[in-house]
Structure formats: structure tokens, C-alpha cells
């Protein structure tokens, strides 16, 4: 009789979990593209916000962010392109207001240069610090024992030599 409780019970909990999990993971909602939105539009959006970074996640593209900012800037730029901005508007509307780590591909210039070259100068720097540590490191070990330390080692490794 208890076998068959807790087999009925079971498969009840099992059917109930599972419909919990479907009923409310928000992970299968999507972003629903608006049903007037035509093809060459929605291949625009897709092109811009995949060249603008997450300002709040940074190493995600804004197209790929599930950040409320980027909610709020893809709603920013479908409006745009619905209200007939070229490419070139919306890229300087986003960068004005951003700056250009907005970008992806910022233009070089001046104010770009650390953005561009920052990441090899960390690198050149870090490999020349290891490499000045490891030179200071092998010529320390070089150094011959003066006379002084080389009694002072004679008499430890005497005395602690067993007594035979």
C-alpha cells in the first residue's frame, strides 16, 4: 500500500515541478521584434547594436545585454530608425551622449589612444617588470659567500652533523 502512495505522489510531484520550471522560467521569454518592423530595419538594428558595448556590463555587445540600460537603448535606437536616422545620426547620437568606449570600434585619435594601445602597454610593461625581477633574482643567487659566511655555514653543518 505505501509503494503505491509514493509512486502515485511522485509522478504527481514530478508533473507539478515541471510544469512550475515552464510556467515561470523567465529564461524562455524572448524579445519580441514589433510586428511592423520590415526586414532591412531590423537588419539595420542588428548591425548598430551590434558595434555599441554594454555601458553597464562592458564586455558584452548591446544587442547580447540583458542589462535594463540596454533594454533601454535598444528601444532608443529601433525609435530612431523608425523616425528615419541614418546609421552614421544614431552612432553620433550614442556617442555624444556615451562617449566612444560606447563603441566597440572607436575611431583612433587622441582621445582614444588608451583605449587602442592600453592593453599592449599593460602587457609590455608587465612582461619587462618580470623580466627586470627574474634578472635582479638570478644575479642575487650568483653571489659568492664571503669569508665570513662561509665559516659561519662550516660551523652549522658541523654541528649538525651526527656524532658518530
Same mark, same amino acid.
Given at each position: 500500500?505505501?509503494?503505491?502512495?509514493?509512486?502515485?505522489?511522485?509522478?504527481?510531484?514530478?508533473?507539478?515541478?515541471?510544469?512550475?520550471?515552464?510556467?515561470?522560467?523567465?529564461?524562455?521569454?524572448?524579445?519580441?521584434?514589433?510586428?511592423?518592423?520590415?526586414?532591412?530595419?531590423?537588419?539595420?538594428?542588428?548591425?548598430?547594436?551590434?558595434?555599441?558595448?554594454?555601458?553597464?556590463?562592458?564586455?558584452?555587445? /548591446?544587442?547580447? $545585454?540583458? *542589462? +535594463?540600460?540596454?533594454?533601454?537603448? @535598444?528601444?532608443?535606437?529601433?525609435?530612431?530608425? &523608425?523616425?528615419?536616422?541614418?546609421?552614421?545620426?544614431?552612432?553620433?547620437?550614442?556617442?555624444?551622449?556615451?562617449?566612444?568606449?560606447?563603441?566597440?570600434?572607436?575611431?583612433?585619435?587622441?582621445?582614444?589612444?588608451?583605449?587602442?594601445?592600453?592593453?599592449?602597454?599593460?602587457?609590455?610593461?608587465?612582461?619587462?617588470?618580470?623580466?627586470?625581477?627574474?634578472?635582479?633574482?638570478?644575479?642575487?643567487?650568483? /653571489?659568492?659567500? $664571503?669569508? *665570513? +659566511?662561509?665559516?659561519?655555514?662550516? @660551523?652549522?653543518?658541523?654541528?649538525?652533523?651526527? &656524532?658518530?
Amino acid at each position: 500500500m505505501c509503494q503505491y502512495l509514493t509512486a502515485k505522489y511522485s509522478k504527481r510531484l514530478l508533473i507539478f515541478c515541471l510544469l512550475c520550471f515552464f510556467a515561470g522560467n523567465p529564461a524562455l521569454a524572448g524579445n519580441a521584434a514589433p510586428a511592423a518592423w520590415d526586414e532591412t530595419a531590423e537588419r539595420r538594428f542588428n548591425v548598430i547594436v551590434a558595434e555599441l558595448r554594454c555601458l553597464v556590463c562592458q564586455n558584452e555587445s /548591446l544587442a547580447s $545585454s540583458n *542589462a +535594463e540600460l540596454a533594454h533601454d537603448l @535598444r528601444r532608443e535606437i529601433r525609435g530612431m530608425i &523608425e523616425a528615419g536616422k541614418s546609421d552614421d545620426e544614431i552612432m553620433e547620437f550614442m556617442v555624444g551622449r556615451y562617449g566612444d568606449f560606447a563603441r566597440y570600434r572607436p575611431p583612433l585619435k587622441g582621445t582614444t589612444l588608451l583605449l587602442w594601445f592600453g592593453p599592449a602597454l599593460l602587457l609590455a610593461g608587465g612582461v619587462g617588470g618580470l623580466f627586470v625581477f627574474l634578472r635582479r633574482r638570478s644575479r642575487a643567487v650568483d /653571489l659568492p659567500l $664571503s669569508e *665570513a +659566511e662561509r665559516r659561519k655555514a662550516d @660551523r652549522l653543518l658541523r654541528s649538525s652533523e651526527p &656524532e658518530s
